[in-house]
């Protein structure tokens, strides 16, 4: 550390171990990061100097839910367990989890008689679709009518940034000759939005960065456009074995919707789905959870 701050023999030996897998030229944000957070626990414990457990604090506070990263220096023995565990799937314990966040309270939008989903994968059958499948389930259950597009059925180019949404009157929106235009209609005319995406590489697939980039071609250069408020469910998958992990993701992800009209107010995430559990179905194994997921697509029409 370029601070002041003395660090015990395994908190430095614990620090380079967390750096280790980063660039060097990330070193200096992290360190400052990390610093300024252990400088609360020293001040809290009245200590001189940073221990190990200290470290780990701090490192949860700086990286919330990155849980990889602080059990492997918390308790490798768990980390190498969790890792393990995912070789062969166990059916009657199996680590896939499919999990709810709790609903706001207000009252949202009104309730939904069409159900417009879009699907941010290529992985037709996969477990993001088959979890986007339940809730679409249980808003049928509900009484509302549904349709839901899939990324790898249509034609969609990424935005190439033209800006020509922006100048002219387009009534397709997008200058871009491809199957956006009917996905635009029906996103703003539907009274729910469901959207559904796996986790690749730490971030939404690029099916669905395609797909919330060219979501700007409906705003206009100063952002007057009122857009009709629509209740969203927002479905995510991954393969670490956590529900948490990827909150940040699916915040920023909702937010993005906000923006465009859609108050999310039900996360369906599914995690869990790597090695064994990546096969197409595994979502399944987890009844109570699909069952939680049809719940979530009902209440969009409640
Ligand atoms: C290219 C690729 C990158 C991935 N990156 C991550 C990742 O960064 N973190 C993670 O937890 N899972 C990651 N996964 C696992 C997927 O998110 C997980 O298996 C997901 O449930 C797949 O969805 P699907 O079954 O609908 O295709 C990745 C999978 C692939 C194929």
Redesign the pocket.
């Known amino acids: 550390m370029e601070t002041k701050q003395h660090f015990t023999k395994d908190a430095q030996e614990a620090l380079n171990s967390f750096l280790a897998p980063h660039p060097l030229i990330t070193h200096p944000h992290h360190k400052r990061k990390i610093a300024g957070s252990v400088e609360h626990y020293l001040l809290k414990e009245n200590a001189q100097e940073v221990t190990k457990d200290m470290l780990v604090k701090a490192l949860e506070d700086c990286y919330p839910h990155n849980e990889p990263s602080t059990l492997r220096l918390k308790d490798p023995e768990k980390m190498m367990g969790a890792i393990k565990q995912q070789q062969a799937v166990d059916r009657e314990n199996p680590m896939v989890q499919i999990s709810c966040w709790p609903a706001p309270e207000a009252q949202i939008a009104p309730p939904a008689q069409d159900v417009f989903a879009f699907y941010g994968?290529?992985?037709k059958g996969?477990?993001?679709?088959?979890i986007m499948d339940a809730v679409l389930e249980g808003a049928q259950a509900g009484g509302a009518r549904v349709e839901k597009v899939s990324f790898c059925d249509k034609n969609l180019s990424p935005c190439t940034g033209c800006l020509g949404c922006q100048n002219k009157d387009l009534e397709t929106h997008c200058v871009i000759k491809d199957d956006m235009p009917y996905i635009y209609k029906r996103f703003l005319e539907c009274d729910a939005f469901v959207f559904g995406f796996?986790?690749?590489?730490?971030r939404e697939s690029a099916q669905a960065a395609i797909f919330c980039d060219r979501l700007k071609a409906l705003t206009d250069p100063w952002r007057k456009t009122k857009f009709k408020q629509r209740r969203g469910l927002m479905v995510a998958?991954?393969?670490?074995p956590s529900d948490s992990?990827?909150e940040g993701l699916v915040s920023q992800m909702s937010t993005i919707l906000f923006m465009f009209g859609v108050e999310v107010i039900s996360v369906v995430t599914?995690?869990g789905?790597?090695d064994a559990y990546?096969q197409?179905g595994t979502a399944q194994l987890d009844q109570e959870g699909m069952e939680k997921a049809r719940e979530a697509g009902r209440g969009l029409t409640l």
Do not use: A, E, L, M
């Open positions: 994968g290529s992985r996969g477990n993001t679709d088959c796996p986790v690749y590489t730490g998958t991954w393969g670490w992990i990827y599914g995690s789905f790597w990546y197409k």
